[in-house]
């Protein structure tokens, strides 16, 4: 089949015959790579989606005469209509993709991660988008371009193509079977789209809902103070951004739960049974709290921790209606995807911590990553023991009686956050001119306080650490330690806190499991 003379011509001269070939190779790669990232979106993150993403874009960018005249014209098949028009598009720019690839295949690559990143700008930019959001873009992109190196690799295989860049050929390939092959990865793009879009539409409609969730005001407020953030350059903020928010969790797919349809029963040890909808928990009085959250599973040092403004209803509140038990000592909370959190009663009830049932995060809704349409946040517990999210159950009962999820998988039945606290400046390993250094991070217990966070520098005495303002005694404290006269050489820096009731941090190591690492967190830096 290989015409031997063609073997070596440029790859210009199959110009014109072969334009359709190439053309249908970039509409395949380009197909597969947005139809395989939003499968991936229907599954790992419904705000994810870049089609929707790009589509809300466009919808937002577009002049209100020129809407006004779409809706006219196709009533409410506006939002068809602009899918239709976006892969008509699509399968243009597919198929100068396809033209591209003729000349290039680095080039083409380039461009369909261009298209990639467009689609990741839109996803990303859309208010209270947590970072999983962003991964269907990436990993669609990575699948567009495997799919548009396969294609140049059997194009080179077509007769007066030039070869692959690395002269090989492979056995020959006719024409119509090209075009074969590329219309069955055309079909296999459309239809894993096609799937995702189906499948995601129920996840959509839920993300619509949850975008117009109207919030009620808090009756009470938890105003993060001046002074809280000390704004030290490398150091996290004292509120985490929604989208650095760490996320732990057992579901293999976020549930997309519908706020109309959400209800919570509370039952178990209790006089009266209750079961709310949103509507009838949002009638109670709503408060604001901001709650550091931590999972157990972070090591010392580590990122597993995040500081968040929450609203919600006191779960105190809802107890007392129902009225508990003597007998009971234990709230064991599901959610909708089947997870346990086996929480003490006493701090549910203790009329000195607001425990959340919680709607809100960072002043939006909670996103399904976080627990749409209501979570658990308690603060002083790790989320394992607490943090329920998706929640639709609370049984009250007693520790001998139930467990939650992780407790027979090796971690504790009781999880409060130990004491501890991390360097965040300078970096490990870092070089800075000797003289004043800067170090600064975070330390926290939970519902009871840091007093004082203290360095060692090179195992020298323990040196009091300065301190920034707090809201509460459940949130973290940021401290920053200006080491004057910093001596040339290579330092060993040290970090401990002290709570409030007096303890000091415990340095012993200790594995994350069965209840929380322990041991402090240091730094080697090098001043020049
Ligand atoms: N439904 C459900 N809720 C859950 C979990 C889970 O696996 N499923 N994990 C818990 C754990 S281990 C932690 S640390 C926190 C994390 O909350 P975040 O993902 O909002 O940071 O959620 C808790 N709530
Ligand atoms: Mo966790």
Known sequence: MVSEPDAGRGPREDAGSLGVEWGLAGVAATAAAVGSAELFAWFLSPSGSPLTAVGGWVIDATPPPVKEAVIAVFGTGDKVFLMVVMVLLLALIGWGLGRVLRRSLPVARGLLVILGLAGLTAVVTRTGTPLVAAVPSVLGTGVGVVVLTVLRRWAARLPRTAPAADGSRGPALTRRQFVVRALVVTAAGLGAGALGRVAGAAARAASSVREALRLPAPARLDPVPAGADLGVPGAGPFVTPTKDFYRIDTALSVPTLDAAAWSLRIHGLVDRE?????????????????????????????????????????????????????????????????????????????????????????GEPLPFEHGYPVRMVVPGLYGYVSATKWVVDLEVTRFDRAQGYWTPRGWSARGPIKLSSRIEVPAQGATRPAGEVVLAGTAWAQHTGIAAVQLSVDSGPWRDADLGAVPSSDTWRQWVYRWSDAPAGTHRLRVRAVDSAGRVQDAVQRPTAPDGATGLHERTITLT
């Open 274 to 362: 209750l079961t709310l909808t949103l509507d009838e928990l949002l009638s109670r009085p709503v408060v604001e709290r901001v709650v550091t959250l931590m999972c157990v599973s972070n090591e010392v040092g580590g990122n597993l921790i995040g500081n968040a403004v929450w609203t919600g209803v006191p779960i105190r509140d809802l107890l007392a209606e129902v009225g508990v038990r003597p007998e009971a000592d234990m709230v064991l909370s599901t959610s909708q995807d089947r997870f346990t959190a086996g929480t003490p009663l006493e701090a549910l009830t203790d009329p000195g911590r607001d425990a959340l049932l919680a709607v809100s995060m960072n």
